[in-house]
Structure formats: structure tokens, C-alpha cells
């Protein structure tokens, strides 16, 4: 979800990096519960539900994830793969560590155990989250961290082998390694990374189906808040409340009116009016999986060519779900939805539909692979992606419609109820 900014008690959090790896909310519960009160009460309904939440990923998981990605790196050519603090790290290993200019790395071999490498003075926080699962090797502030990876190679008998480097890693981190050493071949690691975390299992999709469902109860119980004259920012207020109160953070692009009919909204701050279109894109995080729903509603009575729109948006998103399955391809799933969409009159291409109809999602809000024009990637069962056709007219409004999906043996299916109407009451 990196494209849209939260606002959450005040705060505003930009990007999906704001949502990855977010844990469950319980210092402050007893206030927000009584400010929501007072503030919101439509909220009360909303209790914390983390209990109910299902098991998070196990270490036995990781394992088989990681020699899955030995698997992969054997069939490619790679002698080990290096991993930099992030998504990709907390798929392999679960440590949740952040970024910075010192290395801390994860570095897999194509058979045997990984290596953690660390900054010397933090040996004792990462020991701490490693719990011996992996050798640490630390070096000193005046040391090259590049060049300890390097070593690490030669040990393993690779110093002239294919190392892959995750594909999200900074530049620096690239070129010291080349400069280390010279006599490496350095390449992406996001084939071995895309086909691990592209492919979910059954328990990957059930975190990602509760975390929507919350995000669910969540958007219904803020709807109820609507009141002419609130701001964008007060409804945003509310849907993170609601995600507090159940035990999460979590947010939502909040769009009023004109506002709408540009993706990613406008800066001027807007004032709800009756029979305004609503929209409200965001989601929250369970167990480190993204959630991500938009629902459009509109606060009154419809015009008819709203009405119109979403009746046609409804039927993009259901054709390219029912079409999906093994063996289509990304980019037939989009031109199935696209087509519905410039068959009624609001094409050809990208004119009122500006974007693709959907991107990967798991620990990351966007992830590959995504669904858009061209793509030639095929679906595999465990695929999972959001289906999110919209049409925005500027100086109108703009709707959207947006569920989540995962690709199953025989086809694929929604992880909750799609939209039905245009109505704030929310089925």
C-alpha cells in the first residue's frame, strides 16, 4: 500500500513500508477505547479480536521456505543469495530488523545453514532474534562489512561463484560487494525471491483472509460515523481508531467528492456534503500479511450515472476473478476487466481506467507479480493479488471497487464479500 498515506491519531504514515511488520496495539487500549467512545460510538461494536487471529508463521515454515529458495538457487546457478533487512528477510528468517548505513545481513548458501552478518556492538540483539538458528559473524566500525561477506564466500568455497543480492537492496550495498569482490558475479535474487513469496500457502492466505476480514469490520463501523461537514481527515481518524480497537494498526485514504476521481487524492482538504461520493482505500497488517480493500460509497442518494459506474466496475471485478486460474497470464486477467470497462463506453486503454487492475500482495501491500496490460507472468495456485478496476472523471468523481483474491487448483476466489451497493451500510 505504498501508494497512500494513513493518517493515524494524528500522524500521518506514508507508504507500505509504514504498515510492514506493524504489531499489535495494547499500550494505549484503555484510553482510545474511552476516547472512541466519547468520539465515535459507533466504533463500540468493535472489540479486540487478536485472540482470534490464526497462529503466525511457524520456524518450520521458514525452514521449508528457505530450502525451497536452495532449490531455486541450485536450478539457477547460485552459489548463495544475500539478504538485506526487510520483507524478504523476515520471509526467510522472521527477524525484523531495520536499515541502515551499517550492512546487516542474512546470506544463504545453496545447501546448509545461513549467516548472519551484523555490526559487532548489536551481536547481542541479533543473537537475541537469530536464537541459534544461524552462525552470526560481526565486524568492527572500522571494518568492511562487504568484505567480511566476501570472506564468508571463500570459506564456503564460492569466491568465484553467482552471488544474488535481494533485489530491493540499496546500491551501496551492491557496489561494495563488487568492489569487495571483484571476482563474483553478482545478480538479482528475485527470481528465488519472487517464486517463494509469489506462491502463498494455505496458511499464508488464511492470515490474508482475516486480516481483510477485519479491515471489513473496520470500513463498516467507520461508514456508520458519517456526518455532513466531517473532513476527510476525521473519517481517516475513525477507520484507525476502529483498526486499534481491534488490536492493529492501520489506516486509509480517505476521498471526498472531486477528490475521488484522482487515485491518490488531492491536497486540498475536503469537507463531506450530502450526496457525495466516499471513498476509503487502506487495510492493516496480521503477522507481518498486508490487508488491502476500497470500498465507495456515496453519503445519499446516488445520481444515476454513479449508479451506472459502479454497476460496471461490479462487473469488471467478478469477470476477472471468474476468469483467473492456473495457467492464464497477468496481463489477460487486466484486459479482461479493461475490456468490460471500454465496452461501456469509458476506454479505450488507460482513459478513465488509469491504472493496472492489481498488484501482488502479502508481507508487502504491492508485491509481484501484478496484474497489468502486457504481462506475460502465468498464475499459479497460491498467487495472490488485489482486483481493483476503477473509473475517475476529473471535476466529477472518481469509484473504485477492490478485493483481494488468491489463485486456487481449479480457478480463484474473493477472501471476502464483494461490494453490493453504493450504500454507507456496508453488507
Given at each position: 500500500m505504498e501508494r497512500r498515506q494513513f493518517v493515524h491519531r494524528g500522524v500521518t504514515l506514508a507508504g507500505g513500508a509504514a504498515l510492514l511488520g506493524l504489531k499489535p496495539m495494547v499500550a494505549d487500549a484503555e484510553q482510545l477505547l474511552a476516547e472512541d467512545r466519547k468520539n465515535a460510538p459507533e466504533l463500540g461494536g468493535l472489540l479486540s479480536s487478536t485472540a482470534d487471529a490464526p497462529p503466525p508463521i511457524s520456524e518450520s515454515e521458514r525452514s521449508a521456505r528457505r530450502e525451497k529458495a536452495q532449490r531455486l538457487m541450485k536450478d539457477l546457478g547460485y552459489s548463495a543469495i544475500l539478504i538485506e533487512p526487510g520483507a524478504n528477510m523476515a520471509y526467510f528468517t522472521g527477524i525484523d530488523w531495520g536499515r541502515s548505513e551499517r550492512l546487516f545481513a542474512f546470506i544463504l548458501p545453496q545447501s546448509g545453514k545461513g549467516i548472519v552478518i551484523s555490526p559487532a556492538f548489536e551481536e547481542g540483539r541479533a543473537a537475541n532474534q537469530v536464537d541459534g538458528r544461524f552462525d552470526i559473524r560481526v565486524w568492527q566500525e572500522d571494518e568492511s562489512p562487504e568484505a567480511l561477506v566476501a570472506n564468508v564466500l571463500k570459506e564456503w568455497g564460492v569466491a568465484t561463484g553467482r552471488l544474488a543480492?535481494?533485489?530491493?537492496?540499496?546500491?551501496?550495498?551492491?557496489?561494495?560487494?563488487?568492489?569487495?569482490?571483484?571476482?563474483?558475479?553478482?545478480?538479482?535474487?528475485?527470481?528465488?525471491?519472487?517464486?517463494?513469496?509469489?506462491?502463498?500457502?494455505?496458511?499464508?492466505?488464511?492470515?490474508?483472509?482475516?486480516?481483510?476480514?477485519?479491515?471489513?469490520?473496520?470500513?463498516?463501523?467507520?461508514?456508520?460515523?458519517?456526518?455532513?461537514?466531517?473532513?476527510?481527515?476525521?473519517?481517516?481518524?475513525?477507520?484507525?481508531?476502529?483498526?486499534?480497537?481491534?488490536?492493529?494498526?492501520?489506516?486509509?485514504?480517505?476521498?471526498?467528492?472531486?477528490?475521488?476521481?484522482?487515485?491518490?487524492?488531492?491536497?486540498?482538504p475536503?469537507?463531506?456534503?450530502?450526496?457525495?461520493?466516499?471513498?476509503?482505500?487502506?487495510?492493516?497488517?496480521?503477522?507481518?500479511?498486508?490487508?488491502?480493500?476500497?470500498?465507495?460509497?456515496?453519503?445519499?442518494?446516488?445520481?444515476?450515472?454513479?449508479?451506472?459506474?459502479?454497476?460496471?466496475?461490479?462487473?469488471?471485478?467478478?469477470?476477472?476473478?471468474?476468469?483467473?486460474?492456473?495457467?492464464?497470464?497477468?496481463?489477460?486477467?487486466?484486459?479482461?476487466a479493461r475490456k468490460v470497462v471500454a465496452d461501456a463506453g469509458y476506454g479505450p486503454g488507460y482513459r478513465t481506467f488509469t491504472h493496472r487492475l492489481g498488484h501482488g500482495i502479502g508481507l508487502e501491500g504491492h508485491e509481484w507479480p501484478y496484474l497489468v496490460r502486457g504481462s506475460q507472468i502465468v498464475l499459479q495456485p497460491g498467487m495472490t493479488f488485489s482486483d481493483e478496476p476503477g473509473i475517475y472523471q476529473y471535476g466529477k468523481f472518481g469509484i473504485r471497487v477492490e478485493d483481494i483474491f488468491a489463485i486456487t487448483e481449479n480457478g480463484a476466489e474473493m477472501l471476502t464479500p464483494l461490494q453490493a451497493t453504493l450504500s454507507p451500510v456496508l453488507v
Open positions: 543480492v535481494d533485489g530491493s537492496a540499496r546500491t551501496f550495498v551492491f557496489n561494495e560487494l563488487a568492489l569487495a569482490a571483484p571476482s563474483l558475479q553478482l545478480g538479482t535474487a528475485e527470481a528465488v525471491t519472487n517464486a517463494c513469496r509469489g506462491v502463498k500457502t494455505a496458511h499464508e492466505i488464511e492470515i490474508m483472509r482475516y486480516a481483510n476480514q477485519i479491515t471489513l469490520d473496520v470500513y463498516r463501523a467507520a461508514l456508520k460515523t458519517l456526518r455532513v461537514g466531517m473532513t476527510q481527515a476525521e473519517l481517516a481518524k475513525n477507520v484507525s481508531d476502529g483498526f486499534a480497537r481491534l488490536g492493529y494498526q492501520g489506516g486509509a485514504l480517505v476521498l471526498f467528492g472531486e477528490s475521488s476521481a484522482y487515485p491518490h487524492g488531492l491536497p486540498k475536503r469537507a463531506l456534503q450530502e450526496n457525495q461520493v466516499v471513498l476509503i482505500d487502506g487495510g492493516t497488517s496480521v503477522h507481518g500479511y498486508q490487508s488491502d480493500m476500497t470500498r465507495t460509497v456515496v453519503f445519499g442518494q446516488p445520481e444515476p450515472e454513479a449508479q451506472k459506474v459502479f454497476a460496471i466496475l461490479q462487473d469488471a471485478q467478478k469477470r476477472a476473478v471468474a476468469f483467473a486460474g492456473p495457467g492464464k497470464k497477468c496481463g489477460e486477467v487486466d484486459a479482461v
